[in-house]
């Protein structure tokens, strides 16, 4: 099974994702509260560790997998600990091993999220944890739409975890905060080529397309909005385990 690595976009991987640093504050006072009381938790992608090490910092027990060995380097080069290689449709930990989970924006990279999903839910006894934004993304929106035009189609991989929540009733549902997604940003990001969905995509028609969303959206912001989404594991396996029988 072929899998995405990032170890390309390693170096710039923390420069081009999530929300403001005043919204990130906000998202990790909001995420330790909710795993107050479970003492080992899974970071599943946990990638340069942008979850995993304010949480160690607050003394949680933090493992984390991943299979890019230049993420998890720039990670270790931050201070995180207790990181291991590997695939999360095979995870290399016991039954019941951790008392959360934390899954975020991996999924959809992962065709056999489903396998995926049942190997977190294995080695979790509690709770699994996502952040997801609240809106679709328009620049991504219009990215696809301009693919077609050039004759391509928008990578379909995996499931994104916010729309996991149209088949798992989540136990919780925490809004978080609403924010400004500046539009030139993003566009500088997508220059780089800092997203998978981009990596299939001849530099020369990805180019074009960012001239064409620069003409598309000149200037503008757009308001996002960032929610945790807290599942009970029973509930996950429940539904993984239905859909292994149809």
Same mark, same amino acid.
């Given at each position: 099974?072929?899998?995405?690595s990032?170890d ?6 923390? &420069?081009?994702r ?21 003492k ?5 992608g ?16 933090v ?8 993420m998890?380097?720039?990670a270790?080069?931050?201070?995180v600990? &207790? ?10 930990f016991?039954?019941s ?7 975020n ?9 489903k ?10 006894t509690n +709770? ?5 934004h609240?809106r679709?993304n ?44 500046d ?13 998978s ?8 028609? &990805? ?6 969303l ?7 912001? +757009? ?8 599942? &009970? +594991? ?6 993984v385990?239905q859909?292994?029988?149809?």
């Amino acid at each position: 099974m072929k899998r995405i690595s990032f170890d390309s976009v390693a170096q710039i991987f923390d &420069n081009t994702r999530g929300p403001p640093e005043h919204v990130s504050r906000q998202l990790f006072v909001a995420l330790r509260k909710e795993l107050v009381g479970y003492k080992t938790i899974l970071d599943a992608g946990v990638g340069t560790g942008r979850f995993a090490k304010p949480l160690q910092d607050t003394k949680f027990e933090v493992v984390g997998i991943d299979l890019s060995q230049r993420m998890m380097g720039v990670a270790r080069e931050k201070g995180v600990v &207790n990181l291991f290689r590997g695939d999360l449709c095979f995870i290399p930990f016991k039954d019941s091993s951790f008392d959360a989970a934390i899954c975020n924006a991996v999924l959809h990279l992962i065709p056999e999220w489903k396998m995926a999903l049942k190997e977190i839910c294995r080695v979790t006894t509690n +709770v699994m944890v996502a952040t997801v934004h609240e809106r679709g993304n328009p620049m991504r929106e219009a990215y696809n739409r301009l693919l077609e035009k050039y004759g391509y189609e928008g990578s379909r991989r995996g499931k994104p975890e916010h729309d996991l929540e149209n088949l798992v009733t989540p136990s919780k549902r925490i809004h978080v905060a609403t924010y400004n997604v500046d539009i030139e940003q993003s566009l500088a990001h997508m220059s780089q080529r800092a997203f998978s969905y981009q990596w299939s995509i001849p530099e020369n028609v &990805n180019n074009q397309i960012i001239a064409e969303l620069r003409r598309c959206f000149p200037g503008k912001r +757009v308001r996002q909005g960032l929610s945790i989404l807290v599942w &009970n +594991v029973e509930d996950v396996r429940r539904y993984v385990q239905q859909r292994q029988r149809e």
